[in-house]
T-cell receptor, first 115, second 117 residues
Framework: NAGVTQTPKFRVLKTGQSMTLLCAQD?????MYWYRQDPGMGLRLIHY???????AKGEVPDGYNVSRLKKQNFLLGLESAAPSQTSVYFC??????????????FGQGTRLTVV | AQKVTQAQTEISVVEKEDVTLDCVYE???????LFWYKQPPSGELVFLIR??????QNEISGRYSWNFQKSTSSFNFTITASQVVDSAVYFC??????????????FGTGTRLTIIP
């Protein structure tokens, strides 16, 4: 019962470094999302995907890129990390069957600090 | 565009008191779903309830109840006889299909609930 797994759980980056956050789900879900959570701002959508090979911009996409080469994986990339990207990142997935009425399942979060 | 507003940033109540968390949403879509999630201090997000736009019946689950009113675009969450384990951040979320058929799930900023023993 893995559900949604995020890798890594914690990371410290220096300004300008790059990294990739991996999200893997084993529920055969069509939809996947990346959110960032900042104090007082709730969960803000970065990018999302409605199926393998598709991606779309969310509310705060700048400075991030994503890829969905395999249905079960959704990668979030930071090409040149900035201190403003210090946040907790959550990945989520939802079933394609029934679509937008289904609840999202979340990973445990990745705490990223950019110094 | 859709929007979810949780005006209450933080609430503190004494254990066993009732507490209501407010959620107001905005959307032009006639078909949509509303959700509540709980984020305990451990950090994970836990799904609590889903409600579709065509069903305005209130729902009760144990000490939890939800009041959905389309006339005021609100989906409020009440905890009766609160307990310390209810301390968490609670998020309201709205799900619609955008113009291009893509799925969007929009969250409010959350309400931090503290139950004082």
């Amino acid at each position: 019962n893995a559900g949604v797994t995020q890798t890594p759980k914690f990371r410290v980056l220096k300004t300008g470094q790059s990294m990739t956050l991996l999200c893997a789900q084993d529920m055969n879900h069509e939809y996947m999302y990346w959110y960032r959570q900042d104090p007082g701002m709730g969960l803000r959508l970065i990018h999302y995907s409605v199926g393998e090979g598709t991606t779309a911009k969310g509310e705060v996409p700048d400075g991030y890129n994503v890829s969905r080469l395999k249905k079960q994986n959704f990668l979030l990339g930071l090409e040149s990390a900035a201190p403003s990207q210090t946040s907790v990142y959550f990945c989520a997935s939802r079933s394609g069957t029934g679509g937008f009425e289904t609840e999202a399942f979340f990973g445990q979060g990745t705490r990223l600090t950019v110094v | 565009a859709q929007k979810v507003t949780q005006a209450q940033t933080e609430i503190s109540v004494v254990e066993k008191e009732d507490v209501t968390l407010d959620c107001v949403y905005e959307t032009r879509d006639t078909t949509y779903y509303l959700f509540w999630y709980k984020q305990p201090p451990s950090g994970e997000l836990v799904f609590l309830i889903r409600r579709n736009s065509f069903d305005e019946q209130n729902e009760i689950s144990g000490r939890y109840s939800w009041n959905f009113q389309k006339s005021t675009s609100s989906f409020n969450f009440t905890i009766t006889a609160s307990q310390v384990v209810d301390s968490a951040v609670y998020f309201c979320a709205l799900s619609v299909i955008s113009n291009f058929g893509n799925e969007k799930l929009t969250f409010g900023t959350g309400t931090r609930l503290t139950i004082i023993p």
